[in-house]
Protein backbone atom coordinates (compact mmCIF):
# COMPACT_ATOMS: atom_id res chain seq x y z
CA UNK A 1 0.00 0.00 0.00
CA UNK A 2 3.15 2.65 1.04
CA UNK A 3 4.67 2.03 -2.37
CA UNK A 4 1.53 2.35 -4.51
CA UNK A 5 0.81 5.68 -2.84
CA UNK A 6 4.11 6.58 -3.24
CA UNK A 7 4.29 5.83 -7.06
CA UNK A 8 0.98 7.58 -7.45
CA UNK A 9 2.83 10.78 -5.51
CA UNK A 10 5.54 10.23 -8.18
CA UNK A 11 3.24 10.22 -10.84
CA UNK A 12 1.56 13.04 -9.62
CA UNK A 13 4.70 15.37 -9.36
CA UNK A 14 5.91 14.01 -13.09
CA UNK A 15 2.09 15.34 -14.65
CA UNK A 16 2.55 18.33 -12.22
CA UNK A 17 6.58 18.89 -13.54
CA UNK A 18 5.13 18.46 -17.44
CA UNK A 19 2.23 21.21 -16.68
CA UNK A 20 4.66 23.58 -15.46
CA UNK A 21 7.43 23.31 -18.12
CA UNK A 22 4.96 23.78 -20.83
CA UNK A 23 3.68 26.60 -18.88
CA UNK A 24 7.00 27.67 -18.51
CA UNK A 25 6.64 27.86 -22.96
CA UNK A 26 8.65 24.31 -23.36
CA UNK A 27 6.30 22.13 -25.12
CA UNK A 28 5.84 18.58 -24.12
CA UNK A 29 6.75 15.87 -26.26
CA UNK A 30 3.98 14.84 -29.24
CA UNK A 31 2.35 11.56 -29.79
CA UNK A 32 0.84 9.78 -32.61
CA UNK A 33 -2.28 11.23 -32.20
CA UNK A 34 -0.68 14.93 -32.72
CA UNK A 35 -0.60 14.14 -36.23
CA UNK A 36 -4.19 13.03 -37.82
CA UNK A 37 -4.45 16.17 -39.02
CA UNK A 38 -1.37 16.37 -40.93
CA UNK A 39 -1.91 12.51 -42.31
CA UNK A 40 -5.21 13.61 -43.33
CA UNK A 41 -4.08 16.29 -45.50
CA UNK A 42 -5.73 16.08 -48.79
CA UNK A 43 -2.78 17.44 -50.48
CA UNK A 44 -0.94 14.14 -49.79
CA UNK A 45 -2.14 11.64 -52.36
CA UNK A 46 -4.62 8.94 -51.09
CA UNK A 47 -1.57 6.05 -52.40
CA UNK A 48 0.37 7.65 -49.34
CA UNK A 49 -2.46 7.91 -46.77
CA UNK A 50 -3.08 4.02 -47.31
CA UNK A 51 0.45 3.26 -46.72
CA UNK A 52 0.38 4.96 -43.48
CA UNK A 53 -0.73 2.43 -41.12
CA UNK A 54 1.65 -0.16 -42.53
CA UNK A 55 4.69 2.41 -42.49
CA UNK A 56 3.36 3.30 -38.66
CA UNK A 57 3.40 7.10 -39.84
CA UNK A 58 2.33 8.64 -36.90
CA UNK A 59 4.25 6.87 -34.48
CA UNK A 60 7.41 7.88 -37.09
CA UNK A 61 6.54 11.15 -36.96
CA UNK A 62 6.29 11.38 -33.05
CA UNK A 63 9.99 9.66 -32.83
CA UNK A 64 11.29 11.77 -34.97
CA UNK A 65 9.60 15.26 -32.45
CA UNK A 66 8.18 16.68 -35.86
CA UNK A 67 6.73 19.55 -35.31
CA UNK A 68 4.94 22.68 -37.16
CA UNK A 69 7.46 25.27 -38.39
CA UNK A 70 10.31 23.18 -38.39
CA UNK A 71 13.50 22.86 -41.14
CA UNK A 72 13.92 19.50 -42.00
CA UNK A 73 15.99 17.84 -44.71
CA UNK A 74 14.35 14.52 -46.13
CA UNK A 75 17.64 12.31 -46.56
CA UNK A 76 18.01 9.90 -50.00
CA UNK A 77 13.96 10.16 -50.31
CA UNK A 78 13.53 7.62 -52.84
CA UNK A 79 9.89 8.33 -53.87
CA UNK A 80 8.98 10.60 -51.69
CA UNK A 81 6.38 9.42 -49.71
CA UNK A 82 8.01 11.32 -45.89
CA UNK A 83 8.70 14.14 -47.97
CA UNK A 84 5.38 14.59 -48.62
CA UNK A 85 4.56 13.73 -44.98
CA UNK A 86 7.24 16.08 -43.43
CA UNK A 87 5.63 18.93 -45.82
CA UNK A 88 2.14 18.84 -44.41
CA UNK A 89 3.27 17.99 -40.62
CA UNK A 90 4.92 21.19 -40.65
CA UNK A 91 2.90 23.35 -42.33
CA UNK A 92 3.25 26.63 -44.11
CA UNK A 93 5.51 28.02 -41.31
CA UNK A 94 8.36 25.06 -41.74
CA UNK A 95 10.47 23.67 -44.68
CA UNK A 96 11.56 20.50 -46.22
CA UNK A 97 14.91 19.93 -48.09
CA UNK A 98 14.33 17.05 -50.16
CA UNK A 99 17.52 15.22 -50.79
CA UNK A 100 17.94 12.92 -54.02
CA UNK A 101 21.43 12.24 -54.53
CA UNK A 102 22.55 12.69 -58.11
CA UNK A 103 23.78 9.43 -58.54
CA UNK A 104 20.39 8.07 -57.98
CA UNK A 105 18.84 10.18 -60.67
CA UNK A 106 20.20 7.63 -63.11
CA UNK A 107 19.30 4.83 -61.43
CA UNK A 108 15.15 4.97 -62.85
CA UNK A 109 13.42 7.70 -63.90
CA UNK A 110 10.82 7.08 -60.68
CA UNK A 111 13.83 9.16 -58.69
CA UNK A 112 14.00 12.18 -61.12
CA UNK A 113 10.13 12.50 -61.00
CA UNK A 114 10.18 11.86 -57.16
CA UNK A 115 12.38 15.11 -56.95
CA UNK A 116 10.59 17.01 -59.39
CA UNK A 117 7.78 16.76 -57.72
CA UNK A 118 8.96 17.95 -54.43
CA UNK A 119 9.99 20.92 -56.09
CA UNK A 120 6.36 21.63 -57.28
CA UNK A 121 5.78 21.42 -53.69
CA UNK A 122 5.24 25.29 -51.71
CA UNK A 123 7.52 24.11 -48.49
CA UNK A 124 9.71 22.20 -50.40
CA UNK A 125 13.08 22.02 -52.06
CA UNK A 126 14.71 19.59 -53.72
CA UNK A 127 18.23 18.96 -53.88
CA UNK A 128 20.29 16.81 -56.26
CA UNK A 129 24.08 17.47 -54.83
CA UNK A 130 26.17 14.24 -55.35
CA UNK A 131 26.64 11.99 -52.02
CA UNK A 132 30.69 12.58 -52.19
CA UNK A 133 29.91 16.53 -51.81
CA UNK A 134 26.36 16.84 -49.75
CA UNK A 135 25.24 20.71 -50.01
CA UNK A 136 22.84 20.72 -46.82
CA UNK A 137 21.05 24.20 -45.84
CA UNK A 138 22.23 25.30 -42.37
CA UNK A 139 19.80 25.98 -39.06
CA UNK A 140 18.14 22.12 -39.51
CA UNK A 141 16.21 20.53 -36.94
CA UNK A 142 15.86 17.80 -38.27
CA UNK A 143 17.70 15.19 -40.73
CA UNK A 144 15.69 12.22 -41.34
CA UNK A 145 16.60 9.15 -43.85
CA UNK A 146 14.28 6.00 -44.06
CA UNK A 147 15.62 2.90 -45.33
CA UNK A 148 18.37 4.28 -47.26
CA UNK A 149 21.29 5.05 -45.08
CA UNK A 150 22.91 1.33 -45.85
CA UNK A 151 23.65 2.61 -49.12
CA UNK A 152 26.51 5.16 -48.66
CA UNK A 153 28.13 2.08 -48.35
CA UNK A 154 27.55 0.72 -51.46
CA UNK A 155 30.53 0.18 -53.13
CA UNK A 156 30.22 2.63 -56.27
CA UNK A 157 29.96 5.49 -53.68
CA UNK A 158 33.03 4.70 -52.77
CA UNK A 159 35.14 4.37 -49.24
CA UNK A 160 34.01 6.88 -46.35
CA UNK A 161 30.88 8.13 -48.07
CA UNK A 162 28.91 7.73 -44.77
CA UNK A 163 31.49 9.66 -42.61
CA UNK A 164 31.59 12.45 -45.08
CA UNK A 165 27.39 12.59 -44.98
CA UNK A 166 27.31 12.07 -41.36
CA UNK A 167 29.71 15.45 -41.40
CA UNK A 168 27.40 17.06 -43.35
CA UNK A 169 24.78 16.43 -40.96
CA UNK A 170 25.93 17.44 -38.09
CA UNK A 171 27.45 20.76 -39.33
CA UNK A 172 23.61 21.51 -40.78
CA UNK A 173 22.00 21.09 -37.59
CA UNK A 174 21.13 23.01 -35.38
CA UNK A 175 22.33 22.57 -31.43
CA UNK A 176 20.20 20.13 -29.96
CA UNK A 177 18.62 19.14 -33.46
CA UNK A 178 18.25 15.27 -34.69
CA UNK A 179 19.64 12.94 -36.74
CA UNK A 180 16.79 9.72 -36.97
CA UNK A 181 17.74 6.86 -39.26
CA UNK A 182 15.43 4.19 -40.02
CA UNK A 183 16.93 1.31 -41.92
CA UNK A 184 16.43 -2.58 -42.73
CA UNK A 185 18.09 -4.70 -39.88
CA UNK A 186 21.37 -7.00 -40.75
CA UNK A 187 22.28 -9.89 -38.97
CA UNK A 188 23.86 -9.12 -35.15
CA UNK A 189 27.54 -8.35 -35.68
CA UNK A 190 27.59 -8.70 -39.51
CA UNK A 191 29.10 -4.85 -39.27
CA UNK A 192 29.15 -3.22 -42.78
CA UNK A 193 28.79 -6.84 -44.40
CA UNK A 194 25.37 -6.45 -45.52
CA UNK A 195 24.93 -3.31 -47.68
CA UNK A 196 26.27 -4.45 -50.69
CA UNK A 197 24.35 -7.45 -51.13
CA UNK A 198 21.60 -7.41 -48.91
CA UNK A 199 20.63 -3.71 -48.66
CA UNK A 200 20.34 -3.93 -45.21
CA UNK A 201 23.24 -2.94 -42.13
CA UNK A 202 23.72 -4.11 -38.36
CA UNK A 203 22.59 -1.39 -35.90
CA UNK A 204 25.16 -1.05 -33.74
CA UNK A 205 27.64 -0.30 -36.97
CA UNK A 206 25.49 2.58 -37.48
CA UNK A 207 25.27 3.63 -33.85
CA UNK A 208 29.02 3.54 -34.20
CA UNK A 209 29.89 5.88 -37.38
CA UNK A 210 27.39 8.52 -36.11
CA UNK A 211 28.38 8.61 -32.45
CA UNK A 212 32.02 8.93 -34.96
CA UNK A 213 30.52 12.01 -36.00
CA UNK A 214 29.70 13.93 -32.77
CA UNK A 215 26.30 12.96 -32.23
CA UNK A 216 24.97 10.78 -29.28
CA UNK A 217 22.41 8.38 -29.14
CA UNK A 218 19.50 10.03 -27.87
CA UNK A 219 16.68 6.90 -28.43
CA UNK A 220 15.72 3.67 -29.88
CA UNK A 221 12.24 2.04 -30.85
CA UNK A 222 11.51 -1.84 -31.89
CA UNK A 223 8.25 -0.39 -33.70
CA UNK A 224 9.40 -2.02 -37.10
CA UNK A 225 10.99 -4.60 -36.07
CA UNK A 226 10.09 -8.35 -37.11
CA UNK A 227 11.09 -11.07 -35.13
CA UNK A 228 10.50 -13.68 -38.16
CA UNK A 229 12.82 -12.00 -40.21
CA UNK A 230 15.70 -13.84 -40.59
CA UNK A 231 17.91 -10.55 -41.63
CA UNK A 232 20.04 -12.98 -44.14
CA UNK A 233 17.79 -12.82 -47.06
CA UNK A 234 18.05 -9.60 -49.53
CA UNK A 235 15.49 -6.98 -48.46
CA UNK A 236 14.14 -7.08 -52.60
CA UNK A 237 13.61 -11.29 -52.01
CA UNK A 238 9.64 -11.71 -52.36
CA UNK A 239 9.94 -13.88 -49.45
CA UNK A 240 10.53 -10.76 -46.99
CA UNK A 241 10.01 -7.93 -48.96
CA UNK A 242 7.47 -5.12 -47.31
CA UNK A 243 8.20 -7.64 -44.32
CA UNK A 244 11.74 -7.30 -42.84
CA UNK A 245 13.00 -5.85 -39.58
CA UNK A 246 13.86 -2.67 -39.16
CA UNK A 247 15.21 -0.32 -36.48
CA UNK A 248 15.15 3.06 -35.78
CA UNK A 249 17.69 5.52 -33.93
CA UNK A 250 17.21 8.86 -33.18
CA UNK A 251 20.74 10.74 -32.15
CA UNK A 252 21.31 14.49 -31.12
CA UNK A 253 23.61 16.97 -31.50
CA UNK A 254 24.89 18.11 -28.33
CA UNK A 255 24.13 21.96 -27.59
Known sequence: MRRSLMLAAVAALALSSAGCMAGMGVPSMPDAASYAAALADPSRPAADRERDTARHAAETLAFARVRPGQQITDMII????????????????????????????????????????????????AIRAPIATPAFPANQDLFFTAQNYHDLHLTPFGAGAAARVNAAVFAALKPGGLYVIVDHDAAAGSGLAAPNTLHRIDIEAVKREVTAAGFVLDGESALLANPADPRMANVFDASIRGQTSQFMLRFKKPR
Open 78 to 125: GGGYFTRVFAAAVGPQGHVTAWQPAEFLGFQASYRAAADAADAMANVD
